[in-house]
């Protein structure tokens, strides 16, 4: 069964970037800004959410309050995709599952976005 993997990302290359590779790796993606994040997942139904942080308008502490607080989607696997300094303590905060520190190696995005959808 193919997994679904939605990425909440405002830098559109970043997220095409992350989709492509994903795609190539046998995953269907789905790119989505933080205003539109919950409707895209209840609509799409992900299997793994890659999720930036800072994001205009809707940031993605946000998008997790919001994920978190729906029936459909509080049980998402988040994986933080984040160039803070403190990527691991802020993961943390929105209960993310794995962490991708920006810039993050192509086999890093791999590799975490497996294991996060197992």
């Known amino acids: 069964m193919v997994k679904r993997i939605l990425i909440v990302e405002d830098e559109q290359d970043v997220a095409e970037l992350v989709a492509d590779v994903l795609e190539l ?21 992900p299997d793994v959410v ?9 940031d993605g502490f946000e998008v ?15 994986v933080v995709m984040t160039a803070m300094h403190d990527a691991t303590a802020r993961a ?3 209960g993310a599952a794995h962490v991708l520190a920006k810039p993050f190696d192509i086999g890093q995005l791999v590799k975490t976005v497996e294991q996060a959808a197992h």
């Not at 205003?35 to 997942?41: G, I, K, Q």
């Not at 890659?50 to 809707?58: A, E, S």
Request: no cysteine; net charge negative; hydrophobic share 55%.
């Open 92 to 94: 943390a905060e929105v």
């Open 64 to 78: 997790a309050r919001r994920l978190s607080a729906h029936a459909e989607t509080r049980d998402l696997p988040i």
């Open 25 to 45: 790796e046998g995953f269907q993606a789905r790119v989505t800004v933080g205003e539109t994040a919950l409707d895209v997942a209840l609509a799409f139904r």
């Open 50 to 58: 890659l999720l930036d942080l800072m994001m205009p308008v809707v």
